[in-house]
Every structure is written in structure tokens, then in C-alpha cells.
């Protein structure tokens, strides 16, 4: 269900949700909490149909005293058996036989399902959707048959070369938060978990209160409306979501870590910072850092320590966004017998030079031209649209965000960025990471 990047090569900057001509919608909410929002686009005869739920990786299933991981990925998967009125595996059947595509994502913050018809099947659609969230069949058939899909999803995607880097990352990044238990969750709690467990577990985040319908493209607004109460209006509202997330200490002094991965022959050294979620401002400044050392073979790290001095496989910056904190790590992949003490001081240089100097002007303006070129092109179509829509209201809390938030980027300074590079990215901030071959002793 889920689109993996490969960590090491690539980044996915959520921020970048945003489209140059200004995007109409339409919001209300239901009697029983349900927030929508409406897209009217008549270019295309197409529409998407989707549902965000304030659920994520973080929020952990079981109890207080046995805590369970992996659940909100779990539902993912498991949404999608069936319901009362749709036969087990005939979801995604329907939507398939009726011309449409669907697909499912979770991250620590969110869960997503979505739904792409033909405009004509709009009712089918808001059905649909409506059935996952009324009256989804949750029993042991399904729980046991789903177990062992996330179980291959997780050696195909997990246990691939550099397949826990990212689990890497939160484990050593966060002592106490949620986000240091990887999305997917540990097999053995999902093992362990009862069918009681998960019915709770649905009931407490999959009400309409705790969630953000999505409908886009070629509609008609009022007929839509309407379409919306029909099936929705009878879905009950939910107990309120809470969360008291203990918070994390500041790092102050050089951590240092190894992990080890069976799947690699080359190692990897890993410098990671704990900074703030997106949203923030200097979140914002951290993913222009992020491409400035990172985007293309003319970014900073890879042209110098690939490419001129080929020291180096692969280097880069990424930004992984997340409400609460997000993850900022510098990376690189020793070529031949360069030491990885000796590719982070590379790494250090460029980064000491941010702090001390201002970029150029010519790579300040570089930097804008490429996030309005991700900017324009990010909401080309309605699935872009309808993503953004549903992310700036549920995690933002600002859904006109699609429509300024290229001023954000644009607002950021030459002095922003050497601001910002001292304030979070000093080594005594900082888990410095060995991301090491497993041999039979480990």
C-alpha cells in the first residue's frame, strides 16, 4: 500500500504542497465532527475521494501497560478487508471494475486512503469511504490474513540494504517520544495483540471527529454536499483524541551510536539532529539547508566528496518531516579506504562554512527557483491537490497553506540559513551514527 523511497538516494519534502495558481475549496463540517473540504475542477472528468485520519505510527494500540506498535500501519492494510455490505477482498475489486485506482499511506503522523473515478462514479467513491469508516469488519480472518502481508512488506521494504535507516534515525534521536519505534511497528506486538485490542483501537481513532474528508475534481459543490451527508451523516461521532507526548531533552553534548544491518557490505556514517516539525519556520529553513546540501549532483556535499574528490558513493542531507520534531541527518558512504571519521569532517566543513558564511547569492536564488519549480509542479493534478488539501488542515492546521506557502520559501534569507545552521546544527547537538555491516558476532 505504501510508497517507499530509497532513503539513501532520495527525499520526499512534504512542505513542497503547493500550487501557483490559487486553489478554490470549500470546507464544512458534519453534525458528528467530520470535516470536508471541496475542489471543484471541471477540467478533467475525474475525481478523487479520500479520507486522512489523525492517526499515525506514534499512536500506539493495546494499553498502558502493553503497549503495542505498528497498529495505525496495521489498519492500513486492514481497512481495506471489507465491511458489512462489501465481501472480504472485494474493496478494492470494486473500485478496480469501475475504472478507478486506490491506494493507502501512514507515517508517524497520519493515515491516508484514497480513491481516483471516473467524475461519474462519485457516489461509489463517498460509499465506499464511508463503509471503511461505518462499519469495517474487524475479525481474526482478517487480522491473521494482514499480519502476513505487513510480515513480507517488512522483509521486502525493512530488510532491504539501508532498509533501517530511518528506524536508525528515531531510535537514537528520541529517548522518550513515540517517534523512537519504527512506523511499521515490531512484528512481535502485532503477534501478541488481541482481536479486542484492535476493535478498541479502531474505535478510538477512526471516528469522524478525528478525521478530514477529501472530495476533488470534476463535481458539482451542492450536489456534493448532499452526497456527503447521505453517506456520512450516520457514522457516529467518536470519543475525542488526546495526546501528552512526554517531551524530548534537548541533545547538548555528541551522542555517539553504532547499528548494524545484514543487508550491506558498505558502510555508512550518519549525522543526526533532532530539529523542529514542519510547519515551523525554521523547519521550512532546514529543507532549503537539506537541498542546498543535497539536491542534484550539483549540490554541495555530492559534487564535493562524489564527485571531485570521490571520496564518497553517496552523500546528502535529508529532512524527514514530522509534527511533533522532524529528523535532519547528513549522510555519506566511504569510497575505497576513506574512513568514515574522515567523510564526516568533510560533512562538518561544508556545514561550518554555512554558519560562518553566507551562501552565495547565486545559490540563494538557485534554491528559490527550485522549490517554486516543486511548488508549481506538486499540485499539477487533483491527487496533489487532494493530499495537500487533507495534510494542511489535519497537520497544519492552516488549509490555505496550498496557497501561500510558497511565499514561506520565498521569505528566506541568505541570514535565515546562517541562522538557522547555527542554532540546530552544531556537533554537540547531535547522534553521530556508524551504520555498520552485521557480521556473525553482532
Known amino acids: 500500500m505504501k510508497n517507499y523511497l530509497l532513503i539513501l538516494t532520495s527525499l520526499v519534502l512534504i512542505g513542497f504542497s503547493a500550487k501557483a495558481q490559487q486553489v478554490e475549496f470549500e470546507e464544512f463540517d458534519l453534525d458528528n465532527g467530520l470535516h470536508v473540504i471541496l475542489h471543484q475542477d471541471n477540467t478533467a472528468p475525474v475525481i478523487i475521494t479520500s479520507v486522512m485520519y489523525n492517526v499515525g505510527g506514534k499512536d500506539a494500540g493495546g494499553s498502558a501497560e502493553t503497549p503495542r506498535t505498528g497498529f495505525a500501519h496495521f489498519f492500513e492494510h486492514l481497512l481495506f478487508e471489507g465491511t458489512e455490505n462489501i465481501e472480504r477482498g472485494e474493496f478494492a475489486k470494486i473500485v478496480l471494475a469501475n475504472g478507478g485506482t486506490l491506494n493507502a499511506n501512514t507515517s508517524q503522523d497520519r493515515t491516508y486512503y484514497y480513491d481516483i473515478f471516473p467524475s461519474n462514479k462519485l457516489e461509489l467513491g463517498l460509499w465506499l469511504e464511508s463503509e471503511r469508516m461505518l462499519h469495517p469488519v474487524i475479525d481474526q480472518v482478517g487480522v491473521d490474513t494482514q499480519n502476513e ?3 513480507e512488506e517488512k522483509r521486502q521494504r525493512y530488510e532491504s540494504p539501508y532498509g533501517k535507516f530511518q528506524e536508525a534515525l528515531g531510535s537514537n534521536l528520541f529517548k522518550v517520544h513515540p517517534y523512537n519505534k519504527p512506523n511499521i511497528g515490531y512484528m512481535e506486538d502485532l503477534d501478541a495483540s488481541t482481536l479486542e485490542e484492535f476493535n478498541t483501537y479502531f474505535k478510538d481513532y477512526y471516528g469522524p471527529n478525528n478525521a478530514v474528508l477529501i472530495v476533488a475534481g470534476d463535481i458539482d459543490k451542492n450536489e456534493t454536499k448532499e452526497l456527503v451527508k447521505k453517506y456520512f451523516n450516520e457514522v457516529k461521532r467518536g470519543p475525542d483524541v488526546t495526546r501528552n507526548f512526554p517531551k524530548e531533552q534537548p541533545i547538548t553534548v555528541t551522542e555517539k551510536a553504532k547499528v548494524y544491518d545484514k543487508n550491506i557490505q558498505i558502510p555508512a556514517i550518519i549525522a543526526a539532529y533532532r530539529t523542529p516539525g514542519f510547519g515551523t519556520k525554521d523547519a521550512y529553513i532546514l529543507d532549503m539547508i537539506s537541498s542546498y546540501l543535497s539536491g542534484g549532483k550539483s549540490s554541495v556535499l555530492y559534487k564535493k566528496l ?7 558513493l553517496q552523500a546528502g542531507a535529508i529532512n524527514i518531516p514530522q509534527k511533533d520534531y522532524n529528523m535532519f541527518a547528513i549522510f555519506a558512504l566511504p569510497l575505497g579506504d576513506v574512513t568514515l571519521d574522515t567523510l564526516l569532517a568533510e560533512m562538518d ?15 540563494h536564488q538557485k534554491l528559490i527557483n527550485q522549490f517554486e519549480n516543486q511548488f508549481v509542479n506538486a499540485n499539477s493534478g487533483i491527487e496533489g491537490i487532494a493530499g495537500s488539501l487533507a495534510t494542511y488542515y489535519l497537520l497544519y492546521g492552516d488549509v490555505n497553506l496550498i496557497n501561500k506557502e510558497i511565499e514561506i520559501y520565498r521569505s528566506i534569507t541568505r541570514e535565515d540559513i546562517q541562522a538557522v545552521a547555527k542554532k540546530y546544527l552544531s556537533s554537540n547537538q547531535r547522534v553521530e551514527i556508524e551504520y555498520l555491516p552485521q557480521t556473525d558476532k553482532q
Open 149 to 151: 502481508v505487513v510480515k
Open 306 to 312: 562524489v564527485d571531485q574528490q570521490k571520496q564518497s
Open 349 to 363: 566543513e561544508e556545514i561550518i562554512k554555512m554558519q560562518n558564511e553566507l551562501i552565495s547569492e547565486r545559490d
